[in-house]
């Protein structure tokens, strides 16, 4: 009696952490934790790097030019090439333009400033 007890316990515990690591694969790959990376990083990125000038998606060397509904946003390839080269006064950014990840968390967070 005391041996099937152990060997039902022992199951028993398999099974729940079993059941525990499977809960836990599932909440980090479902689809929604990557969006949420992502944002997180395109905002961290824009806070580190954009902000100074580009505050709430404007422009405060050039208002006339904000980032919200910048043509430099038709597309990830236009938004790639003006990090790389922009116009003005502003800084070429080519460790973000140049890193896929990055630059896509940074593009998808621009287009969401509303």
Request: proline share 5%; aromatic share 4%.
């Amino acid at each position: 009696m005391k041996h099937n007890l152990r060997v039902n316990s022992a199951l028993m515990l398999k099974t729940l952490s079993m059941t525990v690591l499977i809960l836990l694969c599932l909440v980090v790959a479902r689809p929604g934790s990557q969006t949420a990376r992502a944002a997180a990083t395109g905002e961290s990125l824009f806070n580190a790097n954009c902000v100074v000038c580009h505050k709430a998606g404007g422009n405060i060397i050039n208002p006339k030019k904000p980032v919200i509904g910048s043509t430099m946003l038709a597309s990830k390839k236009t938004f790639k090439s003006y990090l790389l080269k922009p116009s003005g006064a502003m800084q070429p950014c080519p460790k973000i333009a140049n890193e896929d990840a990055d630059l896509a968390a940074l593009y998808d967070y621009c287009k969401s400033l509303k």
